[in-house]
């Protein structure tokens, strides 16, 4: 007779990977008008935009990918930047494209400009120029505020992984096993604050790291 084992039963293993990314929570802007049911936290997919005005709050990998796949869709796209230019972490074969349609603005932006709130058809913006600062009110259908996320780093401290100062995982760079022997971290999970160093395109070697370093440790009787 086959044995019946409820969810919560126990599994063990001699060695866990946590892959469990950085994506659990937002980092939120605090501003007046964040929980309206048009501001979105995370970009899915463009088309339910067509001809609409969108907002995009964010100057990372996830802003500008989200930018041209809606321009390309034929979204009215505008980003919003509080630093004077997009970062320097966005992805090499992702940046010129988004400089590009800058220049040319079919992708509006305005840079050294900070939200301070939102209404259900605007963004509220304070923007810095050499004469001081100006309000701006943008026109929007949609808002994605994407301006980073954090990993639920609950799970990992709860099992024992120490974080240092940037709130990453501490883990040997050669293995990716963190101080606790036999528990492991791989991609996002292992950036703390720093998400925008850590992508696929990188992150998807972490996987043979750490396989080679178990058969190492299970090759060597340890």
Do not use: C
């Not at 599994?11 to 994506?23: E, T």
């Not at 008008?33 to 936290?41: A, I, K, N, R």
């Not at 259900?120 to 001081?132: H, I, K, N, R």
């Amino acid at each position: 007779m086959r044995s019946r084992r409820s969810p919560s039963s126990a599994r063990y293993a001699r060695s866990i990977v946590f892959a469990i990314g950085y994506y659990d929570h937002p980092n939120l802007l605090n501003v007046p008008g964040e929980d309206l049911p048009h501001v979105h936290h995370y970009y899915r997919e463009p088309h339910a935009f067509y001809r609409q005005r969108v907002v995009i709050v964010g100057g990372g990998n996830s802003a500008a990918e989200a930018a041209l796949e809606l321009y390309r869709s034929g979204v009215h796209v505008t980003v919003v930047h509080r630093a004077a230019t997009l970062k320097s972490t966005i992805k090499y074969w992702v940046r010129p494209d988004i400089d590009n349609r800058i220049k040319e603005g079919t992708v509006a932006a305005h840079f050294n400009a900070h939200v301070h709130g939102i209404t259900p058809t605007s963004v509220l913006v304070a923007q810095e120029d050499g004469s001081g600062v100006r309000e701006l009110e943008i026109p929007a259908d949609a808002v994605f505020l994407l301006t980073g996320y954090r990993a639920d780093s609950a799970l990992m401290t709860g099992a024992g992984i120490l974080l240092n100062e940037r709130e990453a995982p501490v883990i040997s760079p050669e293995t990716f096993e963190s101080n606790v022997p036999g528990l492991y971290v791989a991609g996002g999970a292992i950036a703390g604050v720093d998400t925008g160093t850590i992508f696929i395109e990188n992150g998807r070697f972490h996987g043979e790291k750490i396989i080679e370093a178990i058969a190492a440790r299970i090759n060597g009787g340890a």
